[in-house]
């Protein structure tokens, strides 16, 4: 969703597995692709076992979010869109 200024806005939930849990993937959205990122909710294993669930607003310039959906997506971490969002998000 594009409003009049420009600026999109987009949810995803994401699935960081644990091998990058010492990987800055929600600071890298931030930092290199100039996005606003609001965690909405996030479910994460005791004491970081497993993987880690996060539900994120993305708000930027439309192709900074393409671009860093792109990035979690080459890293092959699972992604949902809004889009594709189930109603029991």
Do not use: C
Not at 53 to 62: H, R, T, V
């Amino acid at each position: 969703m594009t409003n009049i200024s420009g600026i999109a806005q987009t949810h995803i939930r994401i699935l960081i597995s644990e091998k990058y849990h010492q990987e800055p993937i929600i600071s890298r959205l931030v930092s290199d692709y100039h996005l606003t990122v609001t965690i909405k909710s996030a479910v994460l294993g005791a004491n970081g076992a497993g993987g880690g669930w996060f539900d994120l607003n993305l708000e930027g310039l439309q192709v900074d979010i393409d671009r860093a959906l792109q990035y979690v997506q080459d890293l092959n971490l699972d992604v949902w869109s809004g889009e594709e969002r189930k109603d029991d998000w």
